[in-house]
């Protein structure tokens, strides 16, 4: 079956690290470019980072360059966002999402995990 | 980064009927323009991607149009299934950035 599960959202204190993880299965992960969103009661949905199939181009939101890294291990099938110097701004549902096509990052996301929860509060 | 503004916020219609989102760029870009739906408790859904084109499985009462700032979602006749949130989606420049969503109600 092809589906994404992200996983690993918890509840954080301000200035705290976490990591979501987003496990991969029924296509060939590394041939697609991969992205993280999330979503806010009241922001709506944000693009937060993508990363290119081989994990060699990266690009992020500003709101979070600088504080969070995107990687992936394309051995397990995973994506991976680690988040540093959280603030209550950061508390969202954080979905992972796949790219259409093969081939460089395009960022239309036709496939989603089912999102995790990542609360920021002291 | 490029402001997508939606409109209306909120859409009222009856099944059957033709529903027109609008989706306004503050500055134009090439027509690198998606169009999701997102139902409660679910991720969002791909319908349209650049501007025009549906994405697989998609039925074909899902239509978009535009270019440079100006981008249409058209729905020509409403089933209840499609009672939902709808954003558009932009990248250009290695970003990309959502508008703030219509709601599409039942009347």
């Known amino acids: 079956e092809v589906q994404l599960l992200d996983s690993g959202g918890g509840l954080a204190q301000p200035g705290e690290s976490l990591t979501v993880s987003c496990a991969a299965s029924?296509?060939?992960?590394?041939?697609?470019?991969m992205s993280w969103v999330r979503q806010t009661p009241g922001k709506g949905l944000e693009w937060v980072a993508t990363i290119s199939g081989v994990g060699a181009s990266l690009y992020y939101a500003d709101s979070v360059k600088g504080r969070f890294t995107i990687s992936r291990d394309n051995s397990r099938n995973t994506l991976y966002l680690h988040m540093n110097s959280l603030t209550a701004e950061d508390t969202a549902v954080y979905y992972c999402?796949?790219?259409?096509?093969?081939?460089?990052?395009?960022?239309?996301?036709?496939?989603w995990g089912r999102g995790t929860l990542v609360t920021v509060s002291s | 980064d490029i402001v997508l503004t939606q409109s209306p916020a909120t859409l009222s219609l009856s099944p059957g009927e033709r529903a027109t989102l609008s989706c306004r760029a503050s500055h134009g870009f090439d027509n690198h323009l998606a169009w999701y739906q997102q139902k409660p408790g679910q991720a969002p859904r791909l319908l349209i991607y650049d501007a025009s084109d549906r994405a697989p499985d998609i039925p074909a009462r899902f239509s978009g149009s535009g270019s440079g700032t100006d981008f249409t979602l058209t729905i020509s006749s409403l089933e209840p299934e499609d009672f939902a949130v709808y954003y558009c989606?932009?990248?250009?420049?290695?970003?990309?950035?959502f508008g703030q969503g219509t709601r599409l109600e039942v009347k």
């Open positions: 029924g296509f060939t992960f590394r041939s697609y470019g």
């Open positions: 989606q932009q990248r250009s420049e290695w970003r990309s950035t």
């Open positions: 999402a796949k790219d259409l096509h093969v081939g460089h990052p395009e960022w239309y996301f036709d496939l």
